[in-house]
């Protein structure tokens, strides 16, 4: 599990007085490649490599507004990978009320800069066997920053150690 | 069914050279309130009026990307409508090459400015009274333009005609 | 002269009730990648045949503010071009009631992908001599849509007419 | 002087692979509207106690692009001040490359709710009095977080201490 905070931008607001809906599906975006970050795996480098990793749907759920300089502590997770796909979880509370605020989900490939499919298994299988040994584990740990993480090398040719996804 | 078609602006893209998909949901928002306005519920008046119609919830489905200067073809229409919610249902198609773009949901209620929700059957017996009929007609009918439908009697207080919503 | 008509979202406005004043940026955007259509530059071929347009800078005074489902009119024209910059005005005013809503400038300068300038003259002459030729007349004319224009010719290599600009 | 880092997210980049212009103007009011918060002005307050600080124009230079996931490093400045208006000044640097990528300035009033102009002289003397005598200081100094201000005193009613801005 991966903690983000986020303060809202008044530029976020709508005249309805409360941050617009469809921010919070970029604040999703935000909070998952600071996860992808903690992982060892910055998403820039990923792309510098040539791997995308585009949206194939998302999902969210309105509980409570977020209204302006309100903080949204979003909690989320890798709840399904099976080597091609992968399915993110996210839950927010406002920070200042404790107040669920949504729940949503996020649906996610690995592409090339065409958008061609990348099976992970056959071209990344560092990156893949430890993303699936992190799921068999079944274990919820915090991700760790580690400096050389395996899944790293695939996608920046050096060696590393390991890194855990929680499940 | 209604149809709504939008060219994708260039601040639109990002550097995956298509639409960010946070974009999407808004699209789904201008098209939904061109519906409400050609069944006669302009959404400013009904907001001037003190109906707040929030999102609940979003989800959406991308098959094919949208890229710069490219048009979508949205179609969109009621599914669901107890009185108190309702969800609408997306469908887009690039006009330019006719490919299955995206698919999607979205919930909404009735709320006062303070965002209390309010029951149309109670307040507004009318426009609940026409959607439902809409409902039970079991038809699909694209909806007219009318020029003081009933719907819009509760919200501007002046007799009106009648407007069916596509289920 | 260039007219441009938008009609402002819901996700464009703020909690201030208006539309939020970073958005004028991008509906000049828009208004300028329409009037390079119609003077037979449409941008998205430009970029594809390897000319960027990138923005040097930008200015927006903001006179009277639109409101959600109000409908900016813009009217703008190239004020400045020397062959390497050049410079667009714009002037918005509200077409539901006629108030001047804002005055602004855009700078730009043509590039490579790697956004290198590139001097449209030596490597566009055509679409130089064109953009100067307009500029020379002095007059204020609508710019027309021409099939084949003389400047697409630099860009896409068919031979085309004649196309000018308002100044 | 106020400093203001800010990391560029995804979805601010376009197809040019570089963070759109428009969002610059979004991020000046980051970090103005932060600035203003460590003057114990915090904007929510001014808004929830009837005080608006609309955008009465804007401008910004872009120097060199700042690309996803690199810093701007804003610094920014009130660089006017008369009692009813007052003007920003920003710069943005990169964090990583150091480079200049923007300067820019924001130009603002007081109003009420609806807009009305505020004359902060006659209706908030004592945040007045402080701004300007920061003004007259014609020092330079970090704006200091201090609990409670005299300028927040006009707003939301209780006795403060003093704050200075950097002119």
């Known amino acids: 599990m991966f903690t983000f905070e986020r303060k809202a931008n008044y530029y976020e607001t709508d005249q309805m007085g409360i941050v617009h809906h469809s ?3 970029r604040w999703f975006e935000e909070a998952r490649l600071e996860m992808l970050r903690a992982m060892g795996l910055p998403y820039k480098k990923m792309e510098d490599n040539g791997i995308l990793i585009p949206v194939l749907g998302v999902s969210c759920s309105y509980k409570h507004p977020i209204r302006f300089d309100e903080t949204l502590v979003l909690t989320l997770r890798i709840q399904n990978y099976n080597g091609v796909r992968f ?43 430890n993303i699936s040994s992190g799921r068999r584990t079944g274990q919820s ?26 499940l």
């Open 23 to 25: 921010n919070y599906i």
């Open 87 to 129: 399915e993110m979880a996210y839950e927010g509370h406002s920070k200042e009320t404790g107040l669920l605020s949504c729940t949503g989900t996020s649906q996610h490939c690995f592409t090339t800069p065409a958008l061609k499919p990348i099976r992970m298994q056959k071209h990344f299988p560092r990156m893949a066997r």
């Open 141 to 166: 740990r915090v991700i760790q920053n580690t400096k050389t993480p395996a899944g790293l090398t695939d996608v920046i040719g050096k060696p590393g150690g390991h890194f855990f996804i929680n």
